[in-house]
């Protein structure tokens, strides 16, 4: 069974706006993690977020974490038409299990 | 450093028929996943390997798959007989296995048609 469920399911902007993800989770989890996905590509890791932490910064993506609420945001600011794409979050549960969610389609018009 | 790698990229089988699909992940990696993504869906977890041992087949429907990573390196998934459900694309991944706070390294996954 899926772990996360992402929120929305897909999303449409203009080139320059921001975009956010949410991700909500069942279980105690060690961390977790966004994924990219590309049409008919494999997934490529955007970011960790370990469970002791709040908030997390790469480049223009932000992505904060409430394990109180067991739930996660993904904000990618200024998008790019290269954002298009489907982004998963994956929650690392003891043991290195990777479970995912079932994702949110951004797309991003230029 | 050399990705993860999978073969075949394509397979189009008919029901009943059986396949099989490999992966040899990123070097020194010591967990290694499979996963299935049906269209339009996330990729659902179906065995993890630490090593050459099992973590987690929970998922994995046993009567018809099956997986094995002989010499905690490479490894197989099969199928067989294929269903039509069966159709999606298997993507395997890989990480050094260290506990948590790891990412995950996919290969470009294998996409079946069983028709």
């Known amino acids: 069974s899926q772990q996360g469920e992402e929120d929305p399911q897909a999303l449409s902007i203009q080139e320059g706006e921001n975009a956010t993800m949410n991700c909500s989770y069942k279980t105690s989890i060690n961390n977790l993690q966004w994924y990219r996905q590309n049409s008919g590509r494999g997934l490529v890791h955007l970011i960790l977020i370990r469970s002791n932490e709040r908030e997390k910064h790469s480049g223009r993506l932000r992505v904060t974490l409430d394990t109180s609420k067991k739930s996660s945001s993904l904000l990618i600011t200024a998008s790019r038409a290269a954002d298009t794409a489907s982004y998963f979050c994956a929650t690392d549960r003891y043991g290195n299990k990777l479970v995912f969610g079932a994702g949110t389609i951004l797309r991003v018009k230029s | 450093e050399a990705g993860v790698a999978q073969s075949p990229r394509y397979k189009i089988i008919e029901k009943r028929q059986s396949v099989a699909f490999w992966c040899n992940p990123i070097?020194?990696?010591?967990?290694l996943y499979w996963y299935q993504q049906i269209l339009g869906q996330g990729p659902k977890l179906l065995i993890q390997f630490q090593n050459n041992g099992v973590v987690d087949d929970s998922q994995l429907p046993k009567d018809r798959f099956s997986a094995e990573r002989l010499k905690g390196v490479d490894s197989t998934l099969k199928i067989q007989p294929a269903k039509l459900e069966d159709s999606a694309v298997y993507l395997c991944a890989s990480t050094t296995g260290e506990d948590g706070d790891t990412e995950a390294f996919f290969g470009q996954g294998t996409r079946l048609t069983v028709v």
């Open positions: 070097s020194g990696h010591a967990t």
